[in-house]
């Protein structure tokens, strides 16, 4: 079988891309594969992209993506989450457990992952909860879930903490013979009942119920010594706190099996913010002091921190317009993850291209098991690929966002860099910009699945 | 003056010129006719999310003196109880022709998102939101230090150097928070006196000296105010303290420890007050006791407050 | 450009024959109060109630001044009007100044009010209005400095210094030493 036949997404030259090493090349895409990297010729056949002065990345793979299907599809769908997907430049989304129901059975993360399959903006690998219901009392079925055709990997109770030391440690042992990790909501429910925003001076003068970095401090550290203990493989989401960081380079120094995660908005945003009680800077864990920030740069730039994931939590306007304690936690972070990356590591020098391509595409598709995307554009590999313009410095606005929601706190903020085009599977779902057509994605995803199926 | 949301951003100008406005309308307040036609066809929302029958009269005396018109909306078994949010409540009194929204919340800021948002243009006094301030309190008791401290003569005064000692349950107190702002603005010190759990966390970067040993702070600091604050009998229950009887033997202001205050110190409370256990009876009812001029004084400086967000023409939003 | 039409002299003039007037129409200074209107009305009742304390030292009228000759602060006060203007909405936020009444109060009392311009007779008005929810005078007066027409009200002055013929367009400017360091009238176009 000849490959033009097989080839369901065309052939696509991106000209003149600088690659996360800093060399320059032309990508020869075809069926859904990189063909080759150097310098390529074009025939009339080919789409030419002139991607001069933009940097080639490995699709993004977001470790860290609340896609609210079935449940909650006043929010978000798994259609508008990964349409918001593709326009932030990510190619895979690990979609979290806390749906309606909970994703803690084999049935509902097939559903997800079908549904991210049908609609191709990008590959949704659905995340299992560890407990039934998220209610931290029972083990879920993580097998039955873990060799389902969704393959699950990771599994987390987010938005609640496993706080029960013995589940925590039977889940790090149960998880491990499946080759999966638990990703822990790292937040002590004692410390931090009603809990409304990082506890310190502010939170005092604000009169809001305080978040104590020691709450999740304190939970990072038993699960350390738990996995260190059991031998299992532990994922930290969200660390929010200089503290934390300075027990996970310990733990990771001991040799513990332990890799850490960080989001766009506790590396730029500060708690400063909450005196104007505007909700839509409400988020769980909570923005931290400027001095968090800066820990949580440096543990990204050193490497204790691993990967960078959007915690992307959309929210219908409601739950954001109203008084502070009745608002919902979250952020919607998709769309603007990369541009608060450059923003806020690679334009202040922390963090070069290779590593951007290392914190949101290789190692958080090494943590999830994930194939196809920590790849380093050789010859055969898939053709998930973004395409940055690092030039770009814009004032971010809500006709950038493509999900159902728009609890951006990124409103008015000059943010420096732009996706242009994303490639997922070969199809360019994002093009100089402007998102692919729905029926458009949706037909090429059949026929790239359909061509797997023919080539396996 | 737009909105009253805190007294943190009041400046020491504007304090004082409350608090004068507040004196012209203490006059008033001696006269056989108690009323001034000033806000005649304004309509003031008294809108309490939060049971509160001493503030809420007392701002309805406020409007009422200033012939303003009151409606009452406590969200107890109304509307707001069945799931209205905030944002509808306020469309509707705006739709009412609300001019001015009095508003007490159990939500800290509940206040300032109202006036910060586009649901209604009313001017908004702020009766206490959450654990964050109660303004109107803070001004009353600050006019009520200046006219004890300087009879006769208080208006333009500041409050230097005057040191104000306040004990109780710092870390659930608006009125703490609204009078130690204040009471820098004017110039005073403050101290404030409680266990270490009812202390606020970072509250060692405010502009107060921290103390847990009321007596130690009685002797060392002879102050010119002292301030009991109410305490819940539910902290108790949350571990801030053992019992009532621990609680009021080191915290409490008992009779022997008011016969160690200065015969010309003052003492208050924003009331309603737990007798027996922040304060004794005697000591609560002692000339040194300023609780029903605070009563009284609340009216006049509602007074003032409403005059200034509601009277002149509405500054243009900004 | 502005016109000056009374100098220092012609102010003190103008006053003093006013409270000559002020004394005849009352048959003498008992039972008599004359409360400014601020600014610059009480500064005017000010200088009033020392003219005719001048001109009538005879006895005090407060019962504990038996005997003893009569003070200006008995017969003077002011009257702050803010909280009756009617144009409260038209302006930025008024401060009030404090209304200070003489100790003998004003029921019973001819109540002389005292302005520096009159002009549309609003506040005037106002001051009535004040006047009512404080007491209840045998009389009530009115003695300003300057009337420049123009009454948007049926109200008209007792005892004017000077009656000054003016447009709408034009600004009357009273300036007193005490406050203004310089003491004229002036008309500016």
Redesign the interface.
């Known amino acids: 079988m000849t490959r033009e036949s097989t080839a369901p997404n065309g052939r696509y030259l991106l000209k003149g891309a600088t690659l996360p090493n800093g060399d320059g090349a032309d990508i020869l895409i075809e069926g859904g594969r990189i063909v080759s990297t150097g310098t390529g010729a074009a025939d009339a056949a080919t789409t030419v992209i002139d991607a001069a002065g933009l940097v080639a990345l490995p699709g993004l793979v977001d470790l860290h993506t609340h896609l609210r299907e079935p449940g909650f599809e006043q929010s978000e769908t798994v259609l508008t989450g990964t349409r918001a997907a593709a326009a932030g430049g990510f190619t895979a989304v690990f979609a979290m457990a806390n749906t309606l129901p909970v994703s803690d059975t084999a049935g509902v993360v097939e559903q997800v992952q079908a549904l991210g399959q049908a609609a191709g903006y990008a590959t949704v690998r659905p995340i299992g909860a560890v407990t039934v219901g998220l209610a931290g009392e029972l083990l879920s079925e993580i097998g039955a879930m873990a060799q389902s055709r969704a393959a699950v990997r990771v599994f987390s109770d987010d938005g609640k903490c496993v706080h029960d030391s013995l589940l925590m440690r039977r889940a790090l042992e149960y998880v491990k013979t499946f080759d999966g990790v638990v990703a822990q909501h790292s937040q002590d429910p004692r410390l931090t009942e009603n809990a409304q925003m990082n506890?310190?001076?502010?939170?005092?003068?604000?009169?809001?119920?305080?978040w104590?970095a020691v709450a999740e401090e304190s939970i990072i550290a038993r699960d350390v010594l738990l996995a260190e203990h059991v031998g299992a493989r532990l994922h930290i989401c969200h660390l929010s706190t200089a503290g934390s960081v300075d027990v996970v380079r310990w733990a990771k120094a001991r040799g513990i099996q332990v890799t850490a995660e960080a989001t766009p908005h506790h590396l730029l945003l500060t708690e400063e913010l909450i005196r104007?009680?505007?909700?839509r800077y409400k988020v769980n864990p909570p923005l931290r002091r400027d001095e968090d920030v800066q820990a949580l740069r440096a543990g990204v730039a050193d490497g204790t921190i691993d990967i960078i994931a959007t915690d992307h939590a959309p929210h219908p306007r409601?739950s954001k317009?109203?008084?502070?304690?009745?608002a919902a936690f979250g952020m919607v972070g998709l769309e603007s993850a990369l541009p608060v990356v450059q923003t806020a590591l690679v334009d202040t020098g922390l963090l070069d291209w290779a590593d951007v391509a290392r914190v949101l595409s290789n190692q958080p598709a090494r943590i999830g098991r994930l194939t196809g995307h920590s790849h380093s554009f050789e010859n055969g590999a898939a053709a998930n690929i973004t395409l940055v313009d690092p030039a770009a410095r814009s004032v971010f606005e809500l006709d950038r966002l493509h999900g159902k929601s728009t609890n951006t706190p990124y409103e008015g903020v000059t943010l420096s860099g732009s996706v242009r085009w994303t490639f997922h599977q070969g199809f360019p779902t994002l093009r100089d910009g402007v998102l692919a057509d729905t029926a458009e994605t949706a037909t090429a995803a059949r026929e790239f699945a359909r061509s797997q199926e023919v080539n396996a | 003056m737009r909105h009253l949301l805190s007294t943190k951003d009041l400046s020491r100008a504007e304090a004082i010129q409350i608090l004068d406005i507040a004196e012209d309308m203490a006059d008033v307040q001696t006269r056989e006719v108690k009323k001034l036609p000033t806000l005649r066809g304004k309509t003031v929302v008294n809108l309490f999310f939060e049971d509160s029958t001493r503030t809420r009269i007392s701002f309805e005396a406020a409007a009422k003196r200033l012939s303003a018109d009151v409606i009452n909306f406590a969200a107890k078994g109304s509307s707001v109880s069945k799931g209205e949010s905030l944002k509808d409540t306020a469309q509707t009194l705006a739709a009412m022709g609300a001019d001015g929204v009095v508003i007490r919340h159990h939500a800290s800021g509940a206040p300032q998102v109202l006036a910060q948002s586009d649901w209604i243009d009313a001017g908004v006094v702020n009766a206490g939101d959450g654990t964050h301030e109660h303004p109107t309190q803070a001004l009353l008791d600050a006019f009520t230090m200046r006219r004890r401290l300087h009879p006769g003569a208080s208006r333009g005064k500041d409050l230097d150097g005057v040191s104000v000692v306040i004990v109780g349950d710092i870390l659930h107190s608006r009125v703490a928070r609204s009078n130690l702002w204040l009471l820098r603005a004017l110039g005073a010190q403050v101290t404030f006196v409680a266990p270490a759990t009812l202390v606020p966390v970072g509250a060692s970067t405010w502009p107060v000296e921290l103390s847990f040993d009321l007596d130690a702070t009685l002797a060392a600091t002879r102050p010119d105010v002292l301030m009991m604050l109410r305490i819940q009998s539910e902290r108790m229950n949350a571990a801030y303290f053992p019992n009532a009887r621990e609680y009021a033997r080191q915290w409490g202001l008992s009779d022997e420890r008011l016969a160690r205050l200065r015969p010309d110190s003052i003492v208050m409370h924003p009331g309603p007050m737990n007798r027996g256990l922040e304060i004794s009876a005697g000591a609560a009812d002692s000339t040194q006791s300023t609780v029903l001029e605070q009563v009284a004084n609340g009216v006049s400086i509602r007074m003032a407050v409403l005059y200034l967000l509601l009277s002149g023409e509405r500054e243009a939003l900004s | 450009m502005a016109r000056t039409v009374l100098q220092q002299a012609d102010t003190a003039r103008a006053l003093t024959r006013i409270s000559h007037e002020i004394l005849e129409s009352n048959r003498g200074a008992d039972d008599l109060v004359i409360l400014g209107i601020p600014t610059r009305g009480v500064l005017l009742a000010e200088r009033i109630g020392r003219l005719i304390v001048e001109i009538e030292p005879g006895e005090g009228t407060d019962a504990g001044l038996t005997g003893a000759r009569r003070d200006a602060a008995d017969l003077v006060g002011s009257l702050d009007i803010t909280m009756y203007r009617d144009d409260l909405s038209k302006h930025p936020t008024r401060t009030p100044q404090p209304t200070q009444l003489p100790r003998q109060g004003i029921d019973g009392k001819t109540v002389v009010l005292v302005d520096d311009v009159l002009y549309s007779g609003r506040t005037i008005r106002a001051a009535l209005d004040a006047l009512n929810d404080l007491g209840r005078p045998r009389a009530v007066r009115l003695a300003v400095l300057v009337d420049r027409g123009h009454r948007e009200l049926p109200i008209r002055a007792d005892f004017v210094g000077k009656n000054l013929p003016t447009s709408r367009d034009e600004r009357i400017n009273v300036r007193l030493a005490e406050i203004d360091g310089v003491e004229e009238v002036t008309i500016e176009g």
């Open positions: 506890e310190g001076a502010l939170s005092s003068e604000l009169g809001l119920k305080g104590p104007s009680y505007d909700a409601e317009e109203c008084e502070w304690d009745a």
